[in-house]
């Protein structure tokens, strides 16, 4: 069940050494101060795995766990292993938060028995700021039943996992798809599937540094990412939590006709298709609606891309 009324804040590290403080320091800050936070040194080849150990000694609610390079999945993987508490957060360690954040989350989700709390985000790249996450259509509104998993097609609701708190039983046993950098499209999909009772707050709490060089920018590797991360939660949404609704299951679907579709029209020497399969090919045509069925063709022929029986 987890400790009660106890935050653990899992922080994955990796390469972050001009942040990682910034990072730290936002959450040691926090008005809800019954945190555990849980530093996982992701084989970090700079100063982190120090800066890590240091912050040990200055706050007990701290610990560090220090391993081979997994990746961010993991990262988040291994601290979930520590976790005690009640609640569970993600942070980046590149980001931080507003004082307030998990307050106000906490006080939402005990106020109104909520599975999930979210806030809006402000994306910053050190020189500008934008709201990232805009939730005016939904803001401070219970989302219940299946209204829920319904956010997860739409584009009201930014498929991130960091702006969130969660109660533990949604997240527990789910684990981050590993080397894949849309692992949150999939986690998220997870975690709204279990998600009974929703609110998300207007309030801006949570502040994603826009790195210009990050790989999360990386468009073709992205659309693959996203196609793999899709079809896993269509089949693990089946196998593991029984999922039986067709319509469900049709739309992610089309989701993933439409991801493959774009991976396959992209220009990237490095992942270009030559040849697909009649099977995937048949996919792709059932899901794609008239116009994207006709440019999957034109892409096709245009690029040479063979159809394998």
Same mark, same amino acid.
């Given at each position: 069940?987890?400790?009660?009324?106890?935050?653990?804040?899992?922080?994955?590290?990796?390469?972050?050494?001009?942040?990682?403080?910034?990072?730290?320091?936002?959450?040691?800050?926090?008005?809800?101060?019954?945190?555990?936070?849980?530093?996982?040194?992701?084989?970090?080849?700079d100063n982190c795995g120090t800066i890590c150990d240091e912050y040990t000694k200055?706050?007990?609610?701290?610990?560090?766990?220090?391993?081979?390079?997994?990746?961010?999945?993991?990262?988040?993987?291994?601290?979930?292993?520590?976790?005690?508490?009640?609640?569970?957060?993600?942070?980046?360690?590149?980001?931080?938060?507003?004082?307030?954040?998990?307050?106000?989350?906490?006080?939402?989700?005990?106020?109104?028995?909520?599975? *999930?709390?979210?806030? !809006?985000? +402000?994306?910053?790249?050190?020189?500008?700021?934008? &709201?990232? %996450?805009? $939730?005016?259509?939904?803001?401070?509104?219970?989302?219940?039943?299946?209204?829920?998993?319904?956010?997860?097609?739409?584009?009201?609701?930014?498929?991130?996992?960091?702006?969130?708190?969660?109660?533990?039983?949604?997240?527990?046993?789910?684990?981050?798809?590993?080397?894949?950098?849309?692992?949150?499209?999939?986690?998220?999909?997870?975690?709204?599937?279990?998600?009974?009772?929703?609110?998300?707050?207007?309030?801006?709490?949570?502040?994603?540094?826009?790195?210009?060089?990050?790989?999360?920018?990386?468009?073709?590797?992205?659309f693959l990412d996203i196609c793999i991360c899709t079809e896993k939660l269509r089949d693990d949404l089946i196998r593991e939590?029984? *999922?039986?609704?067709? !319509?469900? +299951?049709?739309?992610?679907?089309?989701?993933?006709? &439409?991801? %493959?579709? $774009?991976?396959?029209?992209?220009?990237?020497?490095?992942?270009?298709?030559?040849?697909?399969?009649?099977?995937?090919?048949?996919?792709?045509?059932?899901?794609?609606?008239?116009?994207?069925?006709?440019?999957?063709?034109?892409?096709?022929?245009?690029?040479?891309?063979?159809?394998?029986?």
């Open positions: 069940m987890g400790e009660k009324g106890l935050l653990s804040v899992i922080v994955p590290v990796y390469k972050v050494e001009l942040y990682l403080r910034r990072c730290i320091d936002s959450i040691r800050k926090q008005t809800y101060q019954h945190l555990q936070i849980i530093l996982v040194d992701d084989g970090s080849p200055l706050d007990p609610r701290i610990i560090a766990v220090h391993q081979e390079n997994e990746g961010l999945s993991g990262a988040r993987n291994n601290g979930l292993l520590f976790a005690k508490g009640e609640y569970i957060a993600f942070v980046d360690s590149d980001d931080w938060l507003a004082p307030t954040m998990y307050e106000t989350l906490i006080t939402m989700m005990e106020e109104q028995n909520l599975d *999930m709390a979210r806030c !809006s985000a +402000i994306g910053s790249d050190g020189t500008h700021e934008d &709201r990232i %996450l805009p $939730h005016a259509h939904m803001a401070n509104q219970l989302v219940t039943g299946r209204d829920v998993f319904e956010l997860y097609f739409t584009e009201f609701l930014c498929k991130v996992v960091w702006n969130a708190v969660y109660r533990r039983d949604i997240v527990m046993g789910i684990l981050s798809p590993s080397g894949c950098h849309s692992q949150d499209n999939y986690v998220s999909g997870r975690y709204l599937y279990r998600t009974k009772r929703m609110m998300i707050t207007d309030k801006c709490l949570y502040y994603y540094y826009k790195n210009p060089t990050s790989t999360t920018h990386g468009g073709h590797k992205r939590e029984h *999922m039986e609704d067709i !319509s469900y +299951i049709e739309r992610l679907n089309r989701k993933l006709a &439409r991801e %493959l579709f $774009h991976f396959v029209r992209v220009n990237d020497a490095h992942y270009r298709v030559s040849a697909i399969q009649k099977s995937q090919k048949d996919f792709i045509d059932k899901y794609l609606d008239f116009f994207r069925r006709l440019r999957f063709d034109w892409v096709l022929h245009k690029k040479h891309i063979r159809i394998l029986k």
